[in-house]
């Protein structure tokens, strides 16, 4: 059957036709790049002016989530994490005294794109070995094509463990650590994770350097730099 | 057009699109099993003390699990069986 004879819903969207993916690619690339773009937006905008209701978006948000216009701390997490994942770039470890749902989404995020990940390679590397044609031999495959060859069996071997890790940690949700759970001494771990607006619930004093461990005369091993 | 080498293998390589697919999925899953049983191993070694299984898991939930994955191989199992005929009719066309 030609392609001039199908539904449109197979012609577009359950296409087989190498050009038609490619376009869902792309857009569907752009749409979550403005989605994220659109999420990172409001989360700053919160963070620029705290307090102050947002403008226009603000009233949309509901009465739940932005009370007034003014984004509660626990819904600027879990955009923050919802753009985290859309962006995949980098997610805050979920050592959390505060179970916040944004984090568990981020996590079953990673392992759910870290799957259509794993599958998309096992595609571009079987079509590629397998449905070269008759005389395109390895070193006459375009340069762009062994790019993506190589990418894909990075893909392959090295998202599985970050799956594995990915689970772990969702096993590990509702389980909340302490603030400061390996006994570090920098200021970050003064604070809660997820911080509050403004990071600092107050602002914190500190008494010494960063890296202050076995000082004479302490019985704890390590000091922080807010202990005086 | 249907898709070269679904059925048939391809000379150079000696495989079907399928079988090539399934040879290379078998390392990810080493990847991601190694992962959660190298973290089992590192856990298990590193704590003082390890739950024993009866107290923590359900008798009855066990057995359900059991039940479903046995079968489950069970109908894969039959599946193989009673696709072997086609298949020789297949690939003798």
Same mark, same amino acid.
């Given at each position: 059957?030609?392609?001039?004879?199908?539904?449109?819903?197979?012609?577009?969207?359950?296409?087989?036709?190498?050009?038609?993916?490619?376009?869902? @690619?792309?857009?569907?690339?752009?749409?979550?790049?403005?989605?994220?773009?659109?999420?990172?937006?409001?989360?700053?905008?919160?963070?620029? @002016?705290?307090?102050?209701?947002? +403008?226009?978006?603000?009233?949309?948000?509901?009465?739940?989530?932005?009370?007034?216009?003014?984004?509660?701390?626990?819904?600027?997490?879990?955009?923050?994490?919802?753009?985290?994942?859309?962006?995949?770039?980098?997610?805050?470890? +979920?050592?959390?005294?505060?179970?916040?749902?944004?984090?568990?989404?981020?996590?079953?995020?990673?392992?759910?794109?870290?799957?259509?990940?794993?599958?998309?390679? *096992?595609?571009?590397?079987?079509?590629?070995?397998?449905?070269?044609?008759?005389?395109?031999?390895?070193?006459? *495959? +375009?340069?762009?094509?062994?790019?993506?060859?190589?990418?894909?069996?990075?893909?392959?071997?090295?998202?599985?463990?970050?799956?594995?890790?990915?689970?772990?940690?969702?096993?590990?949700?509702?389980?909340?650590?302490?603030?400061? +759970?390996?006994?570090?001494?920098?200021?970050?771990?003064?604070?809660?994770?997820?911080?509050?607006?403004?990071?600092?619930?107050?602002?914190?004093?500190? @008494?010494?350097?960063? @890296?202050?461990?076995?000082?004479?005369?302490?019985?704890?091993?390590?000091?922080?730099?807010?202990?005086? | 057009? =249907?898709?070269?080498?679904?059925?048939?293998?391809?000379?150079?390589?000696?495989?079907?699109?399928?079988?090539?697919?399934?040879?290379?999925?078998?390392?990810?899953?080493?990847?991601?099993?190694?992962?959660?049983?190298?973290?089992?191993?590192?856990?298990?070694?590193?704590? =003082?003390?390890?739950?024993?299984?009866?107290?923590?898991?359900?008798? =009855?939930?066990?057995?359900?699990?059991?039940?479903?994955?046995?079968?489950?191989?069970?109908?894969?199992?039959?599946?193989?069986?009673?696709?072997?005929?086609?298949?020789?009719?297949?690939?003798?066309?």
């Amino acid at each position: 059957m030609t392609a001039r004879g199908r539904s449109v819903w197979r012609r577009y969207v359950f296409s087989l036709d190498h050009k038609v993916i490619g376009v869902q @690619y792309a857009i569907t690339a752009m749409v979550f790049l403005l989605a994220g773009f659109g999420l990172m937006l409001l989360m700053r905008w919160q963070l620029a @002016y705290p307090g102050q209701p947002i +403008p226009l978006a603000g009233a949309w948000l509901g009465e739940r989530n932005a009370p007034g216009g003014v984004m509660l701390p626990e819904f600027c997490n879990q955009l923050g994490a919802m753009h985290g994942t859309i962006m995949i770039f980098l997610g805050v470890v +979920p050592l959390a005294t505060i179970a916040t749902a944004g984090q568990t989404w981020w996590l079953a995020g990673m392992v759910l794109i870290i799957t259509s990940n794993l599958l998309g390679s *096992l595609n571009f590397i079987t079509t590629i070995i397998q449905l070269r044609a008759p005389g395109l031999t390895f070193m006459r *495959l +375009p340069f762009l094509v062994w790019a993506q060859l190589v990418t894909a069996f990075l893909l392959l071997l090295a998202f599985p463990p970050l799956e594995s890790a990915a689970i772990f940690q969702l096993m590990d949700r509702g389980r909340a650590a302490s603030n400061n +759970p390996w006994d570090a001494t920098t200021l970050e771990w003064t604070t809660t994770s997820p911080p509050p607006h403004g990071n600092f619930e107050r602002t914190p004093t500190v @008494y010494r350097g960063a @890296y202050e461990y076995s000082v004479p005369g302490r019985t704890k091993d390590f000091l922080m730099q807010t202990d005086d | 057009m =249907p898709i070269p080498f679904s059925v048939s293998t391809r000379p150079d390589t000696g495989l079907s699109n399928a079988s090539l697919g399934m040879w290379l999925f078998l390392a990810p899953e080493v990847m991601l099993f190694g992962g959660l049983f190298s973290a089992y191993v590192l856990l298990r070694m590193g704590s =003082p003390e390890w739950p024993v299984g009866r107290e923590i898991l359900s008798f =009855p939930l066990g057995l359900a699990n059991t039940g479903i994955l046995l079968t489950s191989s069970l109908t894969m199992a039959m599946a193989v069986r009673s696709l072997r005929p086609a298949m020789r009719r297949w690939r003798r066309r």
